[in-house]
């Protein structure tokens, strides 16, 4: 069994390390925002160790804009606390080639109840979707996706800055957000640099 190895080998192998975070705490130096993708593994593919990420998953890896209402926001909260209280140092937005979210934006697909917050979490994409459209228009629809999963990694990052705690953070130079978008066929992770407007590879940085 998957958890009887895990305690076997890896929990043993990391047992001072998870033992000094019970004692000191965590003090994670980035929160990585990331797809739910069961192929999208942040610590794999990053090559973290427990205690260097602090994580928040959802689908297409959307930061809703700042709306301090009587809803219940769990990315919102995660982006809160990263920041505010574990004073994190870096924010990342990964979004990934072959993204669900991305190619559902292209769909037409009925609203029902067992699609609601879906449908409605989706719109946090629609505008990457004009700009993909606006400028990809005649390209293939693969290029079109893969565009898009781009241009929306990008408006997540400005919709991270109309968190009051981001925005007064990064204005400071003590939070630092990055652009990721990671290929799920070759591994490769390419980074926005917002000085030459384009994604480049993070291998050669
Ligand atoms: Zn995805």
Known sequence: MGHENFKKVKFHENKER????????QHPR?????????????????????????????????VAPFRPDADY???ASAIEYAVSVLGISDIIVCGHS????IAALYKEIEETPENIHTIKWLKL???AKKVALLT????????ILRYTEKVSVIHQLDNL????????????????????????ENGEIEYYDDEDYEFKLLSQK
Do not use: Q
Request: hydrophobic residues 35%; glycine residues 10%; aromatic residues 10%.
């Open 18 to 25: 998870f033992r000094k975070l019970v004692e000191e705490g």
């Open 30 to 62: 980035a929160l990585f925002i990331g797809c739910s993708d069961s192929r999208v593994m942040p610590t794999m593919i990053t090559g973290s160790k427990v205690g260097d990420l602090f994580i928040v998953r959802n689908i297409g890896n959307f």
């Open 73 to 75: 926001h769990a990315t």
């Open 98 to 101: 072959h993204c669900g979210a």
């Open 125 to 127: 994409g629609h505008a």
């Open 136 to 143: 990809h228009k005649n390209r293939s629809h693969e290029e």
């Open 161 to 184: 800055l109309t968190y009051p705690a981001v925005k007064r953070r990064v204005d400071e130079e003590k939070l630092f957000l990055h652009g990721w978008h990671y290929n799920i």
